[in-house]
């Protein structure tokens, strides 16, 4: 379908070559453009004509930059790559000749040594090169174009056995009196067959090559390679022996026909090397015909290696041609999906920009092994944001379910579409389906259906571009209300429903903005209004849900992400499972900006959990004193359930701490448990001398008895401590003493109740509520409202009321430490 340049990708286009970028004349008139599947099969399908077009990209020059710390040369350079080709030719020349110098030449002849030497220069400005080319980080995989890092690199790599492969090595061996041990040195230069290896590497990826080809090649020339070698080693063993011990060599008693080969020194460079090479080629094959065979100890330990290596190449050679056969391998698998991106960048028309970073990161994730089975999945998320912006948000913006949506949001939304076609007549969606996808339409027209109990059909409405279905089964969790079907051919984008649930976690203010617009939609749209019980549900559980998060941020203290889900519309006042408000969080965690924040929110500071827990009693029980007067301010108070019992427990746990909070916001000392005991009682009968003390200090009382009639005296003589005893008996003589001063008021306290009076009406808002105070219940409701009045600054009190709203008018229905309120005349 795709001719001109394009075609290189069948043929193999380099993935340097612009050229595959190239999109030529179009036989079938397709339009290179966002679009172009889509026309491809309208063409295809006869469903409409396009004009031709012809699109194609400059070529992309790429020279020497001067970057900020001096001249580096970009690996990518034409000028450099030139280089490399350049190199390479000499790379692969010293690769063959020195084994060949090694053994059938004692010092070169003049012609050889003029071209040794040309090479040697040309390899130390290679060397020259490599301090200035940037690099690829290992681990970050990216280019590195300072100078320094570049030279340190090279230092600790290669460098140093560069620079003693580029040693006139003849003239050394000549000036050191021809000592044979410096010629060893010459093998050295066989570092440099990496080149040649770089170089097939490099071929492997080339998508112009084929690539059975090129493994097929490059098979033979490590075989051919390494027979060349042995049969370089051959004859040096050969040599070694004087010319009068020639015959005791396997050249030297070579005897082919009527051909002696005693005098092998004398005959012809390339004949000799021929027979060292049929030599080591027999050997290589273990065929072993005799003709040639070790002679020495010294060519029948090397032959011994030889035989051994050949097996291990051997069964290199095989393995490599079996994986031709399966195919499969990682280089393959990489030369086909470069074509397969190549293509789609080609149809889709991309930027230069986006195509040179997807065949950089392409390059990357070859080397670092990283792979997917999707043609852009393995691109990186920047990359792939931008390829998705450049097709699909011109119509995801223009949908009316993400009207108002963040770009945040749409952009995440963006990056997780596929792109789909359907024919027409095809049904997408069936009535009564569990839906697990979102569709937003970019061409084509589609219809909804809907099927009654008969099975008869009627079209609900047409779904033109910029629409989206299949939202309300997937937010409200539903079946599919309608059956969707294709009218025209059609381009679409579906998203899945886990992959939006996860982006609706993070961006929760969009996904209430979604069902919002997914409401205004209802209320334009008849079909929609049967819905609106469901609809109306998600939004309440999507409520619950942020009343949840609001408590998260609460617990860690996240000031930002709290504000942030109150402008979402999130309810403070909710609580969780356990009843537990953000106030009680904060005030548990001690977090005083928080508390503070939802103070100033107007968040009810008395509000209890399912435990009994007031905010205020959080902050008492963790020892937040700072959050524990500030919530006393706003006129917060413990408001405990069995006061008695939570303090007489408080006391045998030895928790004194929380017990002087407790007692420092107005808790009463002398509250009783289910047994009448006092804290008191618990403390002396335990022998807690400190929490006594504290106790006796809060206003306890030692002439309180419990229902056996035992005081906290009492129980302090049967423990035994003494100093405790004595603390209690000095508590019984200042009481005494002052009973003897004001025995009514005492008497009063011992025997009467008390009672929390507040001066506004139990239904009063929170705005109206004051701070109220206990009194001592005495014999008559007058006198009570009398007393109340005077200290709360009500003159014109008429009447005290139960928490329930319920007239007070006898004292004896009032119970210990009841709430009581007391009402003007206008509050009746």
Known sequence: MMRGRADGDDRGGSEEDVGEYEVGELRDQIKSSRGSRFDLLTNELGLDDSNRRKFSRESVINGIRDLSRGLVIHPDNRYYRAWKKFILLWALYSSVFTPLEFGFFRGLPENLFILDIIGQVAFLFDIVLQFLLAYRDTQTYRMVFKRTPIALRYLKSSFIVDLLCCLPWDIIY?????????????????SRVRKVTEFFQAVEKDIRINYLFTRIVKLLVVELYCTHTAACIFYYLATTLPPSEEGYTWIGSLKLGDDSYSHFRDIDIWKRYTISLYFAIVT????????????????????????????????????????LIVKGSKTEKFRDKMTDLTKYMNRNKLGRDIRNQIKGHVRLQYESSYTEAAIIQYIPISIRAKIAQTLYMPYIEKVALFKGCSSEFINQVVIKLHEEFFLPGEVIMEQGNVVDQLYFICHGLLEEVGIGEDGSEET???????????????????????????????????????????????????????????????????????????ITFHIGKQEAELALRVNNAAFHGDLHQLKGLVRAGADLNKTDYDGR?????????????IVLFLVQEGVDVNTKDNFGNTPLLEAIKNGNDRIASLLVKEGASPRI????????????????????????????????????RTPLHVAASEGLYLMAKL????????????????????????????????????????????????????????????????????????????????????DNIEQLIKNASEQLNVPSASCVLSEDAGKVLDPDMICEGQKLYLITETQE
């Open 174 to 190: 000549k000036a050191s009196g021809r000592r044979e041990e410096v010629r060893y040195l010459l093998w050295i230069r066989l």
């Open 284 to 323: 290589m094959a273990t065929v072993g015909y005799g003709d040639i065979h070790a002679v020495n100890m010294r060519e029948m330990i090397f032959i011994m290696i030889y035989v051994s290596f050949d097996m291990i190449l051997g069964a290199y050679l095989i393995g490599n041609m079996t994986a």
């Open 460 to 534: 609900v409405s047409l779904l033109e571009p910029n629409s989206s279905f299949g939202q309300i089964s997937i937010l409200c969790n539903i079946p599919q209300p309608y059956t969707v079907r294709v009218c025209e051919l059609c381009r679409l984008l579906r998203i899945d429903k886990q992959s939006l649930s996860n982006i609706l976690e993070i961006y929760f203010y969009d996904g209430r903005k979604i069902l919002d617009n997914l409401l205004e939609v209802r209320e334009s749209n008849l079909r929609l209004k049967q819905l609106e019980s469901d």
């Open 581 to 593: 408000s953000p106030l009680h969080l904060a005030a548990a965690r001690g977090y005083e900006d």
């Open 641 to 676: 359930d069995d006061a008695g019992s939570y303090l007489c427990t408080a006391v045998a746990k030895g928790d004194s701490d929380l017990l002087r909070r407790i007692l420092s916001s107005g808790i009463d000392p002398n509250t009783k448990d289910y047994d009448h």
């Open 695 to 778: 106790l006796l200090q809060g206003g306890a009382s030692v002439f309180l008895k419990d229902r056996w009639g035992n005081t906290p005296l009492d129980e302090g003589r049967k423990c035994g401590n003494k100093n405790l005893i004595k603390l209690l008996e000095a508590a019984k003589s200042s009481e005494m003493s002052e009973l003897q001063h004001s025995p009514r008021e005492t008497t009063d306290k011992l025997h009467s109740r008390k009672c929390t009076v507040f001066p506004f009406h139990p239904w009063d808002p929170q705005e109206h509520r004051r701070h109220g105070i206990v009194l001592w219940v005495p």
